[in-house]
């Protein structure tokens, strides 16, 4: 049941532009999906990678992960289902009137001169370049997280897949590090209407910051970033002492790590620390945002990764059970970005993938080995023994104080 092009229904253009009411075949409110309750919630449409692809610092990114994803045949295991729109309400939940407002006027802009000032304010223009149809990339991409949150409530799933969200800068009235719209917070959000206490986890190269503003007083939702943390670099936030505060204080972990970490050290760090979590902190759902800027031959050339040791992390979180919610996030070389979503999907399905590149549209991008594999690079590495285990240890000190 592959979710088909929604079909979209123009109803001519109001005040804001195109208002589009989106009929799609899967997962409509008025014909829930009939799911032979399959585990794996997959959410997509073709609209989304549409608008995905035209994201100016991962051109093509979402077509190129899907359709690997698609030629690895694993979408026959999954339940695909097409994302609705995100309402204006539901943006509202974590961001600014003036903000969305902003966005619904934008949308159809060209890159006009038009509102300079205005999209500075917003935080549109450097970081963020303006996007066509912005409001419409914001709305589908927050539309699929909750699509993925509601699917966890109403246990039509345990893990939920949104590959094109995970962006984890946007504040609640600014767009910020390349972010649009915070879907993490608002399916976070979401999700604490029904679970007591959400676990966030963020594997991104750069430091959760937003996601950890958003619950930083907070008991009920837990943050641990793993995260690149040096002079200068963004977005300077997550330093080992960052614990949050008021009731919410220690329930934020921030992980600073230094330049060329690799698998091992990386999931063993995330084994001792993320342990630790679940027997202090208990969650009942967990969400994890698995950005791929961390693995080597990233331009970032910052981590050593290889999807093995992000997909070490990932399964130490599956093999406790809950619900879960996968999402994207960082990740600009677009074949290795794809290389390790790719293996993500396939281990959350339990398949082992064949290390050739299966033949698709995108091919010619997996050269010159044509290999699912990705060999680590011959980075310094940074994090001394020492290091580690200063860092470890303020963790566990930090955690006592949990429960
Ligand atoms: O990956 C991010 C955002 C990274 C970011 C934050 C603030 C300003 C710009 C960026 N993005 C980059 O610097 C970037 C994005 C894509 C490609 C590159 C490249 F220059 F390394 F290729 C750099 N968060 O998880
Ligand atoms: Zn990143």
């Known amino acids: 049941n592959q979710p088909t092009k929604a079909k979209a229904k123009y109803m ?29 919630y997959y959410v997509f449409n073709q609209k989304l990678l549409q608008l995905c692809d035209q994201v100016p610092k991962i051109p093509k990114r979402a077509s190129m992960v ?29 961001h600014s009137q003036e ?34 149809l912005v409001y419409d990339f914001v709305r589908l991409v927050a539309g699929a997280s909750l699509s993925c949150a509601k699917a966890l409530i109403q246990q039509k ?27 993490i917070v608002l399916a976070i959000l979401k999700l604490k209407e029904h679970f007591n206490r959400v676990l966030y986890v963020d594997l991104d190269l750069h430091h959760g910051d937003a996601v950890d503003d958003a619950f930083i007083f907070t008991p009920k939702v837990m943050t641990v970033s793993l995260h690149k943390f040096s002079p200068g670099f963004f977005p300077g936030t997550g330093s080992l002492n960052r614990v949050g505060g008021g009731r919410g204080k220690f329930y934020t972990i921030s992980v600073p790590l230094k330049d060329g970490i690799k698998d091992e050290q990386y999931s063993d760090l995330f084994t001792r620390v993320i342990e630790q979590v679940r027997v202090k ?53 677009m074949a290795n970005t794809a290389r390790c979503w790719s293996y993500l999907t396939g281990l959350v399905l339990g398949q082992k993938l064949p290390s ?16 699912l594999e990705v060999c680590p690079a011959h980075y310094t590495n940074y994090n001394t023994v020492e290091y580690m285990e200063t860092v470890a240890k303020a963790i566990t000190k930090n955690l006592e104080n949990v429960r």
């Open 157 to 183: 799933c345990r893990i939920a897949i949104n590959w094109n969200g995970g962006w984890h800068h946007a504040r609640r009235d600014e767009a910020a590090g390349f972010c649009y719209v915070n879907d």
């Open 356 to 371: 050739e590149i299966p033949d698709h549209e995108f091919f010619l991008e997996y050269g010159p080995g044509y290999q």
């Open 12 to 40: 001519g253009s109001g005040p804001s532009g195109l208002s589009v009411r989106q009929d799609s075949v899967v997962g409509s409110k008025d014909s829930p999906e009939q799911t032979e309750n399959n585990e794996i």
């Open 66 to 94: 899907h359709t690997l994803i698609e030629a690895y045949d694993l979408l026959d295991h999954v339940t695909p289902v097409s994302p609705e729109f995100a309402t204006k309400d539901e943006l509202l939940t974590f």
């Open 99 to 132: 903000y969305i407002e902003f966005l619904e006027r934008v949308n159809l802009e060209e890159d006009s001169e038009k509102d300079e000032e205005l999209k500075q304010q917003f935080g549109l223009g450097y970081d963020c370049p303006s996007l066509p």
């Open 281 to 333: 902190f208990q969650p009942s759902v967990v969400v994890v945002q698995c950005g791929a800027d961390t693995l080597s031959s990233d331009p970032m050339q910052s981590f050593n990764l290889t999807p093995l040791g992000v997909g070490q992390c990932v399964s130490r979180v599956l093999s406790w059970k809950l619900p879960t919610l996968l999402l994207g996030g960082g990740g600009y070389n």
